[in-house]
Structures are given as C-alpha cells and as structure tokens.
C-alpha cells in the first residue's frame, strides 16, 4: 500500500485554516507547523517544536480544558503514528469540540523523507475508527478537502490528507516556546499576572 497522495500540503492548510474567526489549531512538529504559520501566524496558533507525538494529545488536554472552543490538531503521518496511543485516549474522552487532521505523504519529512508505515500497510483512519473514533475521512482530492473544512470545525472527526512528497519552502513562524506559549494563554484570555 504505497501512498498515492498528490495533493499540495500548503493548499490543503491553507483551505482548511481559511477563515479561522477563534478556532484554536494545535501544529505537530516540522512541516504541518511551517504550513499552519503560512496560512497565517495568529496567537491562536500552537506551534510543536520538538514535541513529535505530542500534537494530538495537548489538542485533547486545551479541548478538555476549554470546553467551549473548538480545536483542531493538524499534524503529520510521522507524528501520529508516533504518538498512536493518543487515539484511543481521545476517543475515550470524548471531547466533542476536538478534530485531528493529518496531513500524510508517507513520509517522514524531518529525518530524511523515508517511508512511514501509512506508505506500506498502516491505514490511519482505520486505526482511529478501531480505537473508538465515530467519524473519521479521506481526502485525496481539494473538493473533498473543502468539504471537510466545516466538519472540523463542527464535529470530532479524524481526517487523513492524501498529500504529495514534494517538498515546499519551509515558512518558520515563532519558535520561542515561551512567547508562544505566553501569546497563546494571553488569547484565550488565562494569561497570568
């Protein structure tokens, strides 16, 4: 099972992040980071730097702690299936304000653009469905893409983006973890005195 992904991963993000009004987005390390900043750098926007694993799993824990927002966790195929048991956490949980897409080239882009397993026998929409996931996509063409953007926003789904290999020019947005972090809290309003 060879990935057959052809969409542009900078056109997914940013048609998927067009118009964000107060989503909160979550980024998982490398390149759905770089993407999620070209769409538009927003101190609602929480950038993973070296956290591989850990995007889905602080979605969870702001959707639980800000149950009247919605977040979403766009990540890539390397960081979820390093951080594979956050679905079923998730799914356990069941915070209806929380939607996880992924971006999947098959690829792990930061190390060299090997292989991942969604490029041999790892489906991941599976997976999440197996783990409790009541709504899970693919999407591998931008009418399908444009179509999941509402459902993101309004219901706990778990997507899979078919997108190319092909590299793009990487966009860096902030990389202090402290300014982040303290931008981030001050947005939504917990920033400490």
Known sequence: MRNDGTLDRRAVVAELLRDPD??????????????????????????????MGGAAMIGLG??????????????GDGEMLMGM?????????????LAVAVLDNARFGETGAQ??????????????AACGWRATAVAHDMAE???????LRTEPLFAVLRISP?????HLPPRDGAYLTDRFRRALGVAED
Not at 32 to 50: I, K, M, S
């Open 145 to 151: 893409v444009a179509a999941l953007r509402p459902r």
């Open 85 to 97: 048991g956050a679905l079923a956490s998730i799914a356990a949980a069941g915070a209806p304000n």
């Open 22 to 51: 107060d989503l909160l987005v979550v980024s998982g390390l490398g390149s759905a980071t770089y993407d999620v900043g070209a769409a538009g750098d927003r101190p609602l926007n929480f950038y993973l730097w070296g956290a």
């Open 62 to 75: 702001l959707a639980l702690a800000q149950p009247h927002r919605r977040v979403l966790v766009l990540t």
């Open 166 to 170: 092909a590299e793009v020019p990487r």
């Open 115 to 128: 292989w991942s397993h969604t490029g041999y026998t790892t489906d991941l929409a599976a997976v999440a």
